[in-house]
DNA sequence: CAATAGCATTGACCAAAGTCAATGTTTTTT
DNA sequence: AAAAAACATTGACTTTGGTCAATGCTATTG
């Protein structure tokens, strides 16, 4: 159990045994079926979660009800509502399950304890957020500079998992876009070729 | 000197008199001149840049020549291109100062050693990547979910210190739109009120 | 395995943002 | 203070993406 989850921490940082049979004691399994929910807008997100097997989206809904992706999360990511975990504010996201999955829970209270109590918690915290931080100035960078096309085809080349594991009209709210643009860009692409 | 940037630590992590002497060791005090670059694409980012006091951008240029600015940074922000700054690589932005300016500069010696040789300081920078990715998360799905008037709303909103400081051109730039864009819908809010 | 719901594609039309060009204003520079 | 540069606005037109509606395909699921 929590395999991938450690072999994680221990890419980034490294654990001795001790350390390993520690941050356990913290460490809460859960299973989800798909179309179940983790975090429902205006709930108080509760934990981080890391995803050992299955495939999650966070997503807020507007005004007029359509749902716009701002995260999706396969095997090896983690996910959560950050501000509300920290803040302890509503949550603005919903969590659902793309499939059904199995997933590390990590409440707030054993996230500030792990913080106090193991510095290497906070070293793995802190590289984790670094490399989040990372990813989404890049996406957004992509959303502001590159025409559609382009970040179709950056989106595929850099999660070709994430476009072949779901649905299309989701990668479409995922990038800002109907689900009909996406399929006309995606024909573009394929009668230049 | 470094005064705003000692405050803003303390802020998140209480130092001691000897710990903020400690620090002070790390800094490098520098000024820019308007226009003049902190860092140029394709240059190796070394630091990352706290802002005493003036107004710096973060920004790419795009295939076609057109600039795209993806931050802001005014007293109290920190800007870097952290990306390049952590795994040496060159930087994929520029980052250049929009008035007079006076930074501190932490080089990635410094953060280095800092990360080793201070627990505080790794709580410090945590935190401050942690609320970055926040912000940035909220941009992010702004973006994607909200028509643009409401977006232009909410970032004179949330920072009227930008919009008032930047010229109107940039704002657009920011927000991914033609400077034309923008002033069309100033225009139409104005005349709605 | 039949029925149903979810999904992807296409077409016709509309609305929004981009482009190009001109004009006037403000800010900087000399 | 004059000249130049940078900036903001507006209009006419084009391009791009959104909307609505219809069709056929593909997975679920009862």
């Known amino acids: 159990m929590y395999e991938l989850f450690l072999h994680?921490?221990?890419?980034?940082?490294?654990?001795?045994?001790?350390?390993?049979?520690?941050?356990k004691t913290y460490l809460?399994?859960?299973?989800?079926?798909?179309?179940?929910y983790l975090i429902q807008e205006t709930d108080v997100c509760k934990f981080m979660a890391f995803?050992?097997?299955?495939?999650?989206?966070?997503?807020?809904?507007?005004?007029?009800?359509?749902?716009?992706?701002?995260?999706f999360a396969l095997e090896g990511?983690?996910?959560?509502?950050l501000y509300s975990f920290l803040t302890g504010e509503p949550a603005t996201y919903n969590i659902d399950a793309l499939?059904?999955?199995?997933?590390?829970?990590?409440?707030?209270?054993a996230h500030e304890d792990l913080l106090l109590k193991l510095p290497k918690y906070e070293t793995y915290f802190r590289i984790q957020v670094t490399g989040a931080y990372i990813a989404m100035q890049k996406r957004l960078t992509s959303i502001i500079s590159s025409p559609l096309e382009e970040r179709y085809k950056n989106?595929?080349?850099?999660y070709p998992t994430i476009v072949e594991r779901v649905p299309q009209?989701?990668?479409?709210?995922?990038?800002?876009?109907?689900?009909?643009?996406?399929?006309?860009?995606?024909r573009k692409i394929a009668t230049k070729k």
């Open 155 to 158: 989106l595929t080349a850099l």
């Open 51 to 71: 995803v050992e097997k299955g495939a999650l989206r966070a997503y807020s809904v507007d005004e007029i009800g359509k749902e716009h992706i701002i995260q």
């Open 99 to 109: 499939e059904d999955s199995e997933l590390v829970l990590i409440s707030k209270a």
């Open 77 to 81: 990511w983690t996910i959560s509502d």
């Open 28 to 36: 809460t399994p859960k299973k989800l079926r798909k179309k179940q």
């Open 8 to 23: 994680n921490f221990n890419s980034k940082v490294k654990l001795t045994e001790e350390e390993e049979a520690f941050i």
């Open 169 to 186: 009209h989701m990668i479409a709210s995922y990038m800002g876009l109907q689900p009909e643009t996406l399929s006309r860009i995606r």
